[in-house]
């Protein structure tokens, strides 16, 4: 994780140093790495910082939450996936019949279908 993420992800208030040298410097101890790998592998998951946010208030007080909170959470992320791959395939069916119609030759883009289809109101 880049300085710069760090500093980023401390600004939004998702990691805070556990102290400050006296030049400022920041001092992270072992639980805020553990944080800051948490932080990286709910990104990797595709989780937003809002939800990161969501799931530390978890992680750090395990006590007042329900495990069904995290999974709510992680659900509602499969349903936006899930649109989101939907779209990405109706998309790749739109370019592939694009590019099934186009000749791809040295001929003018006058005469191009991809950009007369592209040109066309919908």
């Known amino acids: 994780m880049s300085a710069h ?27 805020d790495v553990i944080t800051a790998e948490f932080i990286k592998r709910s990104k990797e998951c595709g989780f937003s910082l809002s939800e990161t946010a969501s799931l530390l208030a978890i992680k750090n007080d395990k006590s007042q939450h329900v495990c069904a909170e995290a999974k709510q959470i992680t ?25 099934a119609f186009c000749c791809g030759g040295q001929e003018s883009a006058e005469f191009c279908s991809i950009i007369s289809s592209l040109e066309q109101e919908t």
């Open 5 to 31: 993420t760090v500093r980023y992800y401390e600004k939004v208030g998702l990691l805070t140093p556990s102290q400050r040298t006296e030049s400022n410097y920041r001092v992270y101890n072992k639980d």
């Open 75 to 99: 659900q509602t992320k499969i349903i936006e996936i899930a649109a989101q791959i939907e779209n990405l395939k109706k998309m790749q069916n739109t370019l592939t019949e694009l590019e």
